[in-house]
């Protein structure tokens, strides 16, 4: 069972007709559509479950510049910037602080790496640090494993994703958002290559554009439009302590151990390298797409063949209409986790932090992260439909930039001047020979 997510409670009446659909409650979806109202543009968000549910409520709840994609670099300002301010914006608390994040490099070819990130990113004006060894254990105190160093970024900083998400969409909602959840779209319909309307369990929604910020079910919604995505799924597991009197400070990663202090006084504690891939028929169909990334990151991600192929191969189908469909059978993508992870992670704990051996686990979780084969994310008008747009595939690393990648996302719908540059995040990139391959710094 995933954590418990704030609740927001849903607009009374149905809507039958409105300017946008925003398909998905995640944090994403919940930018764009908080963005959306607050320009004045009648706006719906429709939510198969529950806001914040899936994997925006069940990740590390780190917003960083450390160690991005270069490319992602405008967009995490642009967030950073947005974040700062969300608190006083929205009138309630998302978790969001500054504590500074670091990635300690335990080899001297990552701590290579590290450093040529940092040569990159000062172009973009992001003020990072390269610590020694002994900079970070005075910094660390309680550590007790070997480092070469670690890339620490102090304007870096944490909120709590069982919270955010649901702040911003009920700001939206008092700002004019009409708020459905346990509403599953089943189609988008068009007319002459135009967004018409969308289908749900609920009726017919006439609109002139529709966002598919739906994180993992982007792929089969986008099928239903006749769209091929190429994006896959990787199961990821954290897990939350009890309060304790330890806090790190800032957010810290070890790649076997990751952890952050948590506003209920716990911890938050997760891991880069026990990613799973579920073998699954999209495999097959992307494998190749996606070999370049699995192979720098092999050492992270386990293949593994198991009940999901069956699965996704005989129900995983696009929606229809008239008929009730897998959106509304799973509301809650909530997938089963492997326990020895749980208790490696833990172990790996203890190992790095001495001080916290024997720590009482609360509760432990798993999210599928909406994985990209260039592991950036697409956000971006669908061609050929018009009035279609996508804002899908953050890799993992969604949480920081949701806020930058909903108001980008509602520059676009609305023909308003880019907020940062979109050409990255284009779907048309795996179609017009652009050269797709990862960037791995940590």
């Known amino acids: 069972m995933g954590p418990n997510v704030d609740l927001v409670v849903s607009s009374s009446g149905f809507p039958r007709e409105t300017e946008v659909v925003v398909i998905g409650g995640g944090i994403v979806g919940a930018a764009t559509a908080l963005s959306l109202v607050e320009r004045g543009i009648p706006t719906v968000l429709l939510e198969k479950g529950l806001v914040g549910a899936e994997q925006s409520s069940r990740n590390w709840g780190w917003c960083r510049r450390t160690g991005r994609d270069v490319r992602e670099l405008p967009l995490i300002n642009l967030s950073m910037q947005l974040w700062d301010g969300m608190n ?28 040529r990130w940092l040569e990159e990113a000062r172009q973009y004006g992001i003020h990072s640090d390269a610590l020694t060894s002994a900079q970070l254990r005075q910094k660390l105190p309680d550590i007790d494993f070997p480092v070469q160093g670690a890339l620490y970024t102090a304007l870096d900083g944490r909120a709590e994703p069982q919270k955010a998400a649901p702040a911003m969409v009920a700001a939206a909602v008092a700002k004019g958002l009409n708020l459905q959840q346990h509403c599953a779209v089943r189609t988008i319909e068009q007319t002459a290559g135009k967004v018409g309307e969308v289908a749900t369990e609920r009726g017919a929604i006439r609109c002139r554009a529709v966002v598919v910020a739906g994180g993992a079910w982007s792929r089969l919604l986008l099928q239903g439009c006749g769209v091929t995505l190429p994006q896959l799924k990787v199961l990821s597991t954290a897990f939350r302590t009890a309060p304790t009197d330890y806090d790190p400070g800032c957010c810290i990663s070890f790649g076997l151990v990751s952890l952050r202090k948590r506003l209920d006084g716990g911890l ?56 009730i469909s897998i959106y509304e059978r799973i509301r809650v993508l909530d997938p089963a986790i492997d326990a020895r992870i749980v208790r490696k992670v833990a172990a790996n704990l203890a ?8 720590v009482s686990i609360e509760q432990s979780w798993g999210g599928l992260i909406d994985s990209m084969p260039d592991a950036i994310p697409v956000i971006s008008p669908v061609a050929p439909v018009s009035g279609l747009y996508l804002a899908t595939g953050f890799s993992g690393h969604g949480f920081g930039i949701g806020p930058g990648a ?5 520059d676009l719908v609305t023909g308003s001047p880019p907020s940062v540059d979109p050409h990255p995040f284009r779907l048309a990139r795996f179609t017009d020979g652009e050269r797709i391959a990862a960037q791995h710094w940590l």
């Open 88 to 115: 006083a914006r929205l009138g309630s608390d998302t978790g969001f602080r500054i504590t500074g994040i670091a990635y300690a490099a335990r080899s001297e070819e990552q701590w290579q790496r590290q450093q």
């Open 406 to 410: 909903g108001q980008l996302m509602a």
């Open 351 to 358: 190992r790095v932090i001495p001080a916290l051996a024997g």
């Open 268 to 323: 938050t504690v997760a891991s880069s390298s026990n990613g799973i891939a579920d073998i699954t028929p999209d495999s097959l169909r992307f494998g190749a797409r996606f070999m370049p990334a699995y192979r720098a990151e092999r050492q992270g991600i386990r293949l593994r063949l198991g009940q999901r192929f069956s699965e996704e191969l005989f129900h995983w189908r696009p929606g229809r209409a008239d008929k």
